[in-house]
């Protein structure tokens, strides 16, 4: 009897050890949505834009990941995006390189349409994690809500079954990686469409190499004071200072 119950116990055993395979190494591709329309201003100009666009900028992405480091960047445009060139150039040229094991990054960002990169260490965000749960990519997914850039809340989902702390563009620091994922105040969503567990180049997942690179405050404050007069126009003063902080909070997420 005692046999039985141990051959039977060893073969549960066995069997969640084969459930819970954690991922270590991966390719996921994210489908990114924005609400171009909403983050542009309702002025005469404003309106005229937004009559030439569809209603959302899709975009696919991909984020690389091995040997605790990452690489997140641009893959390809969904046919139904009708949007004029300039405001594809950014998302085609943004790059997120991460290496976890030593807390450093290194992001190629286009800004005013100009690639500055960036050298620094890898940001904290302030999570709280809670009950919420929902399946996204074949992966049970728990919710988390972080501050970013002092006051832009995000919402993720992550799976603790793959195990790098990362998630798309410079959002981290959860136990385990972002397959969903909400920025309300930037119109934008990420999620996670397939995962492929083959990577066929690793050597791929490396660093910008740059003439010069920037420490993330020093290269916002000179962006700043480079555009402090371009949100100044008419009278409308929160507009103003809307347009300026999805202008800066893009720049730099």
């Not at 809500?145 to 195990?163: H, L, N, Q, R």
């Not at 563009?169 to 996670?192: V, W």
């Amino acid at each position: 009897m005692k046999s039985i119950l141990f051959f039977i116990a060893a073969l549960l055993f066995t069997t969640a050890s084969i459930a819970q395979q954690f991922i270590d190494k991966a390719v996921i591709e994210y489908e990114v949505n924005t609400n171009l329309k909403k983050t542009m201003s309702n002025d005469s100009w404003g309106e005229m834009v937004k009559e030439n666009l569809s209603d959302l900028k899709i975009s696919y992405f991909t984020y690389t990941f091995a040997d605790n480091k990452s690489l997140y960047k641009f893959d390809r445009w969904s046919p139904k995006t009708r949007i004029p060139n300039n405001l594809k150039a950014a998302d085609e040229e943004n790059t997120w390189y991460f290496d976890f094991a030593t807390r450093k990054m290194n992001m190629q960002k286009q800004i005013v349409g100009t690639n500055f990169v960036i050298a620094d260490s890898i940001q904290n965000i302030q999570w709280k994690i809670t009950n919420e749960h929902r399946e996204i990519a074949g992966y049970n997914c728990r919710k988390a809500v972080g501050k970013i850039m002092d006051d832009v809340y995000v919402f993720a989902f992550y799976t603790d079954d793959i195990t790098i702390s990362g998630g798309p563009c410079s959002i981290n620091g959860l136990p385990g990686m972002i397959l969903g994922l909400s920025i309300p105040r930037l119109y934008t969503s990420f999620i996670a469409t397939k995962i492929d567990l083959k990577i066929t180049n690793p050597s791929d997942i490396k660093p910008i190499i740059a003439k010069k690179t920037y420490d993330l405050m020093g290269l916002k404050s000179m962006i700043e004071e480079k555009t402090k007069d371009w949100f100044t126009y008419g009278d409308d003063k929160e507009e103003n200072k809307r347009q300026k902080n999805l202008f800066l909070w893009n720049a730099f997420l």
